[in-house]
């Protein structure tokens, strides 16, 4: 559990940090591209009915908003699982299954959310605030739950009424809104959970637009129209298939010949034919995520559980880890990887939100001869080995081959092993890697950035990471409610994670989904989910 560090103890802290974290650095460049979120259905003319095909470029981990770790389950649970709260194109906070924003006690430690009232969920099941209350619990507490280090320090859950959700903290949490607007925030029907248990996530049931159908694992996953949803007369496909579609290439080649109807992850290396086709768009967005690779410093038996030390020098030794980050040209790589589409990182922080600022965005200077130093210091044989698993896709294997190169002039042999997405999760949940190129979407607040994968005990902490100064650093931002020392703090924080490398950031990408002119509707924003739920086939009478 997260505690409050003494105001002193904080000031002191900082001070080492700040006299520690003096390396070189220069700001993240930004790309040119202009983003495009979609548009909504608005006025257009559009049919009811019709069948839309998506081709998914990852298969999904279980559909168990407490215990997925994929974003792509997130697509899915898009259309069938609406959250407490939701991101719009802005990047602000905004209801969905509540109905205003959370009202916070004086003191923080009370949190109030009213819900909706008069709607059901897809088995018919009445959605009011005790449902609420079983699904928040559940995230908090069921075994193996990766929401619960999301939450908070809650000490209980409670109801006012049928219709507003009361969270007790021991210590405020300022992200807590945040946290309700991705799988924390989303509800199950107290009547599934009850009859599913730990197996939810073969049949789940929540409110959405659509309502689960079928799954074939590897193939695809079907959900259709739900009937009971609120706002049912603004949904119009009957069904969605998610398609997977591992290769960009043949995502591509399915949108031109129509066998899909829309496409995420588009490889960059496509980009511009794809925006150049006019029976096809382009929609592009930043992402308040970050890709990079996690290195196993402790993670034995498991993501959450007691860190165990392992015996290599990257394991134990933070300058061979920084040496790495030193060895990274960050531009050049996402310049010949991604031919400029995406960009680089360098922290956890997400540019273009209220908490950015130039130093807590900055990336290292790329300097390999510091990094052959750093790794002389340390006494190993160069060129030093590691062992990196990489997905088995193109653009990815592209960019590590390319990774490879630029860690050879820091003094580095990287090894690379392709592997399967799903091998991947596994991997990093279970301790099983050296290294790991996998990043993270993203949320809006720092927090869901950095202290899920940070904090000691946390069970998304994969790399198997602690440090007490760290903990008390995040458990202050957390719990302070004033945005300009959260930021202040923020900023300390990044300097550390940079001197001490158990993540390390590279790039960040562009959200680029590409779907049919015959569809409208589809919106894409930087929290990477893309929406289907009220897009539509376009009216034949347009032309």
């Not at 505690?3 to 040119?32: D, K, N």
């Not at 007691?306 to 790589?333: M, V």
Request: net charge negative; glycine share 8%; with cysteine.
């Amino acid at each position: 559990m997260r505690t409050r560090l003494p105001r002193l103890l904080v000031a002191g802290f900082l001070a080492v940090v700040l006299a520690s974290c003096s390396s070189a650095s220069q700001p993240a460049r930004i790309t040119t591209h202009a983003d495009d979120y979609g548009t909504p259905v608005g006025g257009q003319q559009v049919r009811q009915g019709g069948d839309l095909v998506m081709g998914l470029s990852n298969d999904p981990d279980r559909l168990d908003p407490t215990t997925s770790s994929s974003l792509y389950m997130r697509y899915v649970m898009s259309t069938i699982c609406e959250k407490l709260y939701d991101n719009d194109s802005s990047g602000n906070l905004v209801p969905q299954l509540a109905t205003a924003l959370p009202k916070f006690s004086e003191d923080g430690l009370t949190v109030s959310i009213p819900v909706r009232s008069g709607i059901e969920f897809a088995d018919g099941t009445p959605f009011n605030a005790t449902a609420v209350k079983e699904s928040l619990q559940r995230h908090r507490s069921l075994e193996g739950s990766q929401r619960s280090g999301e939450m908070g320090p809650i000490t209980d859950i409670d109801t006012d009424g049928g219709s507003q959700v009361v969270i007790h903290y021991s210590v405020p949490f300022a992200p807590i809104t945040a946290a309700l607007a991705d799988r924390a925030g989303m509800i199950m029907s107290p009547a599934a959970l009850k009859e599913e248990g730990k197996d939810f996530g073969d049949n789940p049931v929540c409110v959405g637009p659509f309502k689960f159908a079928q799954r074939t694992p590897g193939s695809s996953i079907v959900v259709e129209r739900d009937p009971n949803y609120y706002d049912a007369q603004n949904v119009r496909f009957d069904t969605i298939t998610y398609k997977i579609m591992a290769d960009a290439k043949a995502r591509a080649a399915a949108l031109r010949s129509g066998e899909i109807q829309v496409a995420d992850t588009m490889s960059p290396q496509d980009a511009d034919e794809l925006s150049a086709d006019q029976r096809l768009r382009l929609l592009v967005s930043g992402s308040f995520g970050f890709q990079g690779f996690y290195i196993n410093i402790g993670n034995v038996d498991g993501a959450g559980k007691p860190i165990k030390p392992i015996d290599t020098p990257l394991a134990k030794d933070a300058r061979i880890r920084l040496a790495l980050s030193l060895s990274i040209d960050r531009q050049a790589l996402v310049d010949k990887a991604f031919k400029g589409w995406y960009e680089p990182a360098c922290t956890p922080v997400a540019p273009r939100t209220s908490y950015a600022t130039q130093a807590d965005t900055s990336c290292p200077l790329f300097d390999p001869q510091r990094a052959r130093q750093l790794l002389t210091e340390a006494g190993v044989q160069l060129p030093y080995p590691i062992t990196m698993q990489a997905m088995n896709v193109s653009d990815q294997l592209q960019y590590a081959q390319a990774l490879q190169t630029s860690l050879a002039q820091g003094g580095f042999d990287l090894r690379i092993v392709p592997t399967e997405y799903s091998e991947m999760l596994t991997a990093q949940k279970s301790g099983n890697y050296e290294a790991l190129l996998l990043g993270w979407s993203g949320r809006l607040d720092p927090d869901g950035n950095i202290s899920r994968f940070l904090t000691t005990g946390s069970s998304g902490n994969y790399s198997g990471y602690s440090s007490p100064a760290l903990d008390d650093l995040l458990g202050w931002a957390a719990h302070t409610t004033s945005p300009a020392r959260r930021g202040a703090l923020y900023e300390q924080a990044v300097r550390f994670i940079q001197r001490e490398n158990p993540y390390i950031y590279t790039y960040r990408l562009r959200n680029l989904t590409v779907h049919s002119t015959r569809v409208t509707g589809i919106e894409v924003y930087a929290d990477g989910a893309v929406r289907l739920g009220k897009a539509a086939f376009v009216s034949d009478r347009n032309g």
